[in-house]
């Protein structure tokens, strides 16, 4: 009854059921084959460019952690260059400090030597110009003993007078 019911469905469906299992039988071929030469290769490919595309996201991954370093790196040594430029101007400025004390002590030792020299010979042409009054007062002083008196004066008495003009003139 089971048969007769079933084909009683399948008549009224319209279905033969011979062709209906040779269909199937076709249709599962087919699954069998699609399967093996085109699902799997299928497959394959998707599974290739999965891999390929997880590499390149682990390889976008690598690089942006390196720039991550380099950047670090990059900063640590504009760091460590701009504290040695810093170091330099400081040596610079005290290098540029002990050379101006060097030579503002070197200018004043300098001055300091020519204006002792300066002294020195002034002192000499003082001295120089005394004595050269000195001699045309004691000149002057025996023109004028000789022209008061009318006659030339002794050289004991000359230097006698000379003596004591220079002490009334240094006095």
Do not use: C
């Amino acid at each position: 009854m089971t048969e007769a019911v079933q084909s009683g469905i399948a008549a009224t469906l319209g279905l033969d059921l011979g062709l209906f299992f040779a269909q199937l039988f076709n249709f599962s071929l087919l699954l069998i084959v699609l399967w093996k030469l085109a699902w799997k290769p299928l497959l394959a490919v998707m599974e290739q460019r999965r891999q390929a595309i997880e590499m390149g996201l682990q390889q976008a991954e690598q690089a942006r952690i390196e720039l991550e370093s380099a950047k670090k790196k990059s900063e640590s040594l504009v760091q460590k260059a701009r504290r040695e430029a810093r170091e330099v101007l400081s040596e610079s400025q005290q290098e540029i400090g002990r050379q101006h004390t060097e030579l503002s002590a070197s200018f004043h030792a300098d001055l300091d030597r020519q204006i002792g020299e300066a002294r020195v010979q002034l002192e000499r042409e003082r001295q120089q110009m005394v004595a050269s009054a000195k001699q045309e007062i004691a000149d002057v002083i025996i023109l004028a003993t000789e022209k008061v008196s009318g006659s030339i004066v002794p050289a004991k008495m000359q230097a006698q007078y000379v003596r004591d003009a220079i002490e009334e003139i240094e006095s």
